[in-house]
């Protein structure tokens, strides 16, 4: 589950840990070696009460395809003109595409909150723990539905999910006592 809370970002946090694992298992030269320094080491995570939602390897490189295909669907924008909006769209398009492949989208349009219930039951977590993410499922993803009706500009899906993840991250960061550390 917390594989998929705030996808873009985590997605940019994989494919800079894929690409710092490939460049190390490479001989490198200097100037990888230089590039290898630049990048961002991939954060340490105690998962806590929660073993069960770290993701695997199998996991991380499928984010990690996903990401880059939505990177190549969607490039960023040219550096010469770029916005504060321009990000923030691309970032939307990035997630909404990264969303769709893996079918977070039902019919009409909207998220499948239950898709996101069954990946907690599906799990395995302790039946006490798997009871409070589910609580915590149900309450953020009423948060996110009522922010949408009650939102005095049209709000798209990614922004509703962008709320359901950021409430269930906190929930399951707190619930599962997670740490992430350097």
Not at 26 to 35: A, I
Not at 42 to 53: A, S
Request: with cysteine; glycine share 4%; charged share 30%.
């Amino acid at each position: 589950m917390i594989a998929n809370m705030n996808l873009y970002a985590l997605a940019i946090i994989l494919l800079l840990a894929h690409l710092c694992d490939a460049q190390s298992t490479e001989k490198l030269d200097k100037s990888k070696l230089k590039q290898q320094q630049q990048l961002p080491q991939r954060p340490k995570i105690d998962w806590g009460k929660c073993p069960q939602l770290e993701p695997s390897e199998k996991d991380i490189k499928s984010k990690s395809n996903i990401l880059q295909r939505c990177l190549k669907e969607n490039p960023p924008p040219n550096q010469d003109s770029i916005t504060p909006e321009l990000i923030i769209g691309h970032q939307k398009n990035v997630t909404e595409c990264a969303l769709k492949i893996e079918n977070w989208f039902d019919k009409k349009g909207d998220y499948k909150f239950e898709k996101a219930e069954k990946e907690i039951k599906n799990k395995k977590l302790s039946s006490e723990m798997q009871k409070a993410l589910v609580g915590s499922h149900q309450d953020c993803a009423e948060v996110s539905k009522t922010q949408k009706k009650q939102s005095k500009t049209p709000m798209d899906v990614v922004e509703q999910v962008q709320i359901y993840q950021g409430c269930m991250d906190a929930h399951i960061t707190q619930h599962c006592q997670i740490k992430i550390g350097a």
